[in-house]
């Protein structure tokens, strides 16, 4: 057997045992009727694990069936409309943990490979590479989601909510949304904003998210820009929109701007902003720092609770 192939089945091994397939039912007329299926992935020895919100978005009771067949009733503990995460919890045996990755490591390039339960076929396993990183995309629902991993690993309807794990088995991405009518195109939430919303979905069963209206990248920020300007950053976050009637709509922001500096504090990933937006005491006027061409311009936005 090729090398390749070893090192994907070894990374696939060391998960395998964490993916679930996950089955939703909703009370029709008085009675349980199913409503769609999705995969997760076990990610504490507790029996908490991750799938998207629109899987169990409305669920009167979820099902959840572990590789060695065993089928548990799981309870929801919080979800989050805006990352499309939930957070599921099951009291069994027989699983395993899957670990979790660090996506500041994450290469465009490098392979990945994605674990999941597509039209029902439980266990599929799909490959490819990472095609973009830090993205902002709008799901089917219309909603923006931030923070993104874009690749090539082929999904279908029931891939939503398993694993985007790397050749080493550690998972960097909670896989999400592909687009309908395109071929090779699919997200993941990165796994580092699925941590922090772990973190509030079980402490609080909710998440606070300060709202901006921007739609960003990260990019690669000029080396002779960095130095001229003396930029601690490496990269920064490239303004693709600005949603109408929203706080940045009535900054001085504009679209092609590279966000460099948030509240006095660099930002060079969709991550560092998204730590600083989920702290309440943001809702006031925010210095911020950008790029325009190769100038600096200072301005400032004045955040927003999200409804």
Request: hydrophobic share 40%; aromatic share 6%.
């Amino acid at each position: 057997m090729d090398a390749f192939s070893q090192l994907i089945i070894a990374a696939v091994n060391q998960v395998k045992h964490a993916v679930v397939k996950i089955d939703v039912f909703r009370s029709r007329q008085g009675r349980l009727q199913r409503a769609g299926s999705g995969s997760g992935f076990i990610f504490s020895s507790d029996g908490l694990l991750f799938t998207n919100h629109h899987v169990v978005q409305g669920a009167d009771k979820i099902m959840v069936s572990l590789l060695n067949e065993n089928e548990i009733e799981a309870t929801l503990v919080g979800q989050d409309p805006d990352t499309d995460l939930a957070i599921l919890k099951i009291s069994t045996h027989g699983y395993a943990v899957a670990r979790l990755g660090d996506t500041r490591d994450l290469q465009i390039g490098q392979w990945v490979i994605a674990i999941g339960n597509p039209l029902g076929y439980q266990h599929t396993v799909t490959t490819g590479v990472v095609s973009a990183l830090g993205r902002t995309m709008r799901a089917p629902s219309g909603m923006a989601l931030d923070n993104v991993i874009q690749s090539d690993a082929a999904l279908n309807p029931g891939n939503s909510g398993g694993p985007m794990i790397t050749t080493s088995g550690e998972v960097v991405g909670v896989t999400t949304a592909i687009i309908p009518g395109a071929h090779g195109i699919s997200f993941s939430v990165d796994i580092n904003t699925a941590k922090e919303i772990a973190t509030q979905l079980i402490q609080t069963g909710r998440v606070f998210k300060a709202y901006l209206g921007l739609q960003l990248q990260e990019v690669e920020i000029n080396p002779k820009v960095k130095r001229f300007h003396h930029l601690p950053n490496n990269r920064g976050l490239f303004v693709t929109g600005i949603e109408p009637h929203s706080p940045a709509s009535r900054s001085a922001l504009r679209e092609g701007d590279i966000l460099v500096a948030f509240n006095n504090k660099p930002v060079q990933t969709l991550t560092d902003l998204f730590k600083e937006l989920t702290r309440k005491e943001i809702l006031t006027l925010v210095d911020v720092t950008l790029l325009r061409h190769t100038e600096k311009v200072e301005a400032t936005l004045f955040p927003v609770q999200r409804a």
